[in-house]
């Protein structure tokens, strides 16, 4: 800044912005660089919002320790967002205000800022001192230039009273400021910043590729509505063109992850990680003789049978690992102990045990009936049945393809949660090879069900 004493004010000014602005940048890239498709989508919608109040602003930073994620993941909903933007849009165009502001200061406020990106310490230290500096160079300007007055307090002789005091307002302006307190004092242009919060979302996303091809001028609001169309769109292509209508997978060859991710987009994820690993580390030490599937399968059943819960990141996402597979896995294994596959409750009961074992969101009504189906049809081929109405491979599509009753797989009695289950007996019957074995015992909050 002080090689640049010739440029006019708003060329330091314009200078120090930029900057800031690549710093910001560089903070959201850096947050949301190993985030899902979904993620970014949801994080962009939730700084699109609006609100008749600006005291947003004023929230303080120090308050980004909150669960910001799961709160913004529960107010989402993608089959309604791209109406929900576009009327936003055309009644507030190019205003905006975060939906929930946790969110936005969990990602700008991160407590670790990679080596070589400034923080938003810095960058409020940065703007302080630029808007300080070029009052300064203004007035040292006057008075033959900065250079200039600090040469005549070395050579000249009489009265310097005048350069003294410019320079000791110099020596002021590098005193850095107090830390940054609330997103008012870090955001100069806070609609500025949240659009382009979005656009960093959005980016790398095919679909917003696209539309950028197209459409230079589109606005942030719009972007995002056009990109969750495309994928709604597709989505829906994709689960009537694979659909369900017997054991065999529903794409006519293999898919790389890539394409099951495209497809289908992400799976379902532990809401209590801890629980999950203290969890399937147990189930997997003690079925060691089993296959990975199974383990993990059973691993996904007693999870819940502690309490726990799976959840997507979104409606459009339904991938399920291991449906095929696993179901194939428990008819195999109702199988080689003798137990009945055959019939209409044997068929319930198949059923209910595989919503159990697989990830997906139980506490989502809708989904569980349109899963039950899709297990029925699969299980309805492992028997050689013959194949009724295909069913389409998403949860989130309604089919008029199936009379089947609902299943309750809420209802099961045996269902605690971790604390409940802590210090009581629990027996374990394993049937294998047509002989019964008992376990029983004091079991502590970890043990857990491992029986077909």
Not at 252 to 267: L, V
Not at 309 to 321: G, N, V, W
Request: aromatic residues 8%; glycine residues 6%; hydrophobic residues 35%.
């Amino acid at each position: 800044l002080l090689l640049a004493e010739n440029w006019p004010s708003h060329c330091i000014v314009q200078l120090g912005e930029a900057i800031i602005e690549e710093s910001m940048r560089r903070i959201i890239i850096s947050k949301i660089q190993n985030k899902s498709e979904s993620e970014r989508i949801q994080l962009a919608w939730s700084v699109l919002g609006h609100s008749t109040s600006g005291t947003w602003l004023d929230f303080p930073l120090k308050d980004s320790n909150t669960k910001a994620t799961q709160s913004c993941n529960e107010q989402f909903d993608m089959l309604a967002a791209c109406d929900d933007l576009k009327y936003l849009e055309e009644k507030f165009p190019g205003v905006y205000s975060p939906r929930n502001v946790v969110t936005l200061v969990h990602i700008l406020n991160s407590p670790s800022v990679p080596d070589g990106r400034m923080g938003l310490s810095e960058c409020y230290a940065l703007r302080s001192l630029y808007q300080k500096f070029t009052t300064l160079v203004e007035d040292a300007r006057i008075d033959r230039g900065v250079w200039n007055l600090f040469d005549s307090l070395m050579l000249e002789e009489g009265d310097t009273t005048k350069q003294e005091e410019i320079v000791r307002k110099f020596g002021a302006a590098f005193v850095l400021e107090d830390t940054p307190q609330t997103l008012r004092d870090i955001l100069a242009e806070p609609m500025k910043s949240l659009s382009q919060f979005a656009v960093h979302c959005l980016r790398g996303l095919s679909f917003f590729q696209n539309n950028k091809q197209n459409n230079e001028q589109i606005s942030p609001r719009l972007e995002l509505a056009s990109v969750i169309d495309s994928i709604v769109t597709e989505r829906e292509e994709c689960a009537r063109k694979y659909i369900i209508k017997d054991a065999n997978y529903p794409s006519p060859g293999p898919m790389s992850a890539e394409q099951w991710a495209k497809n289908w987009g992400s799976e379902a994820s532990p809401v209590d990680p801890i629980l999950y690993a203290k969890v399937r580390s147990r189930v997997h030490r003690n079925n060691f003789n089993k296959s990975l599937t199974v383990k993990e399968a059973l691993a996904d059943k007693a999870y819940r049978k502690h309490g726990g819960h799976f959840a997507f990141p979104s409606q459009l996402d339904t991938f399920i690992p291991g449906l095929h597979r696993r179901t194939r896995d428990l008819h195999n294994n109702w199988k080689q102990i003798g137990k009945e596959t055959r019939g209409p409750l044997a068929r319930k009961n198949a059923v209910e045990e595989m919503l159990l074992r697989l990830r997906w969101d139980s506490r989502d009504k809708a989904a569980g009936t349109k899963l039950s189906k899709i297990v029925g049809v699969i299980w309805d081929g492992l028997e050689n049945r013959p194949a009724g109405l295909p069913i389409s491979s998403a949860l989130w599509l309604h089919d008029i393809s199936s009379d089947d009753d609902e299943i309750d797989y809420d209802s099961d009695n045996s269902r605690e949660t971790s604390k409940e289950m802590e210090g009581k007996e629990i027996f374990v019957t394993e049937k294998c090879n047509s002989r019964i074995y008992e376990k029983g015992g004091d079991a502590d909050e970890w043990s857990v069900i491992t029986g077909g």
